[in-house]
């Protein structure tokens, strides 16, 4: 799923979380190759050592809410980025847009949330979103 989210859009960077005893966790993550692994190695490995509250960071925030997030440029002041615990991991991999997307249930409960990163700003565009 994450692979194939990646390899067809301009979003370089995805990670799935998943609820786990009150608490979001990474259940998985996929980069595109070639690019920038290190930094996304580094964000790779703090994102498994998390375990993220509701209303924490941008998973949680998809989490409690169970509205899609469309941040299409975290580095001015006051992005959905800013406090997050993940800043400083997310701007050493050059991360300039977020897209999280809850996956919820017939009944309407937020089983996971997609969270997809991209290195350039990424407007929110009508029918990107309606793609979605």
């Given amino acids: 799923l994450l692979q194939a989210m990646v390899s067809q ?4 960077y995805a990670e799935l979380w998943a609820p786990s005893a009150g608490r979001l966790m990474t259940d998985a993550v996929w980069w595109r ?5 290190e930094g996304f190695a580094g964000l790779e490995r703090l994102s498994r ?9 941008l998973a ?5 809410t169970g509205e899609l997030e ?18 400083a991991a997310v ?4 991360i300039m847009a977020s897209l999280t997307v809850p996956v919820k249930t017939d009944e ?5 949330v997609v969270v997809l990163l991209s290195q350039k700003v990424e407007p929110a565009v009508e029918a ?4 979605l």
């Fill in 9 to 12: 859009t301009t979003w370089v």
């Fill in 33 to 37: 190759p070639g690019k920038s692994g």
């Fill in 49 to 57: 050592s998390m375990a993220l509250k509701p209303g924490t960071g």
């Fill in 60 to 64: 949680g925030k998809t989490w409690e």
């Fill in 70 to 87: 469309w941040s299409e440029d975290l580095t001015v002041k006051g992005s959905a980025l800013e406090g997050s615990p993940r800043q």
């Fill in 91 to 94: 701007e050493a991999a050059g």
């Fill in 108 to 112: 309407g409960k937020v089983v996971a």
């Fill in 128 to 131: 990107k979103m309606t793609a």
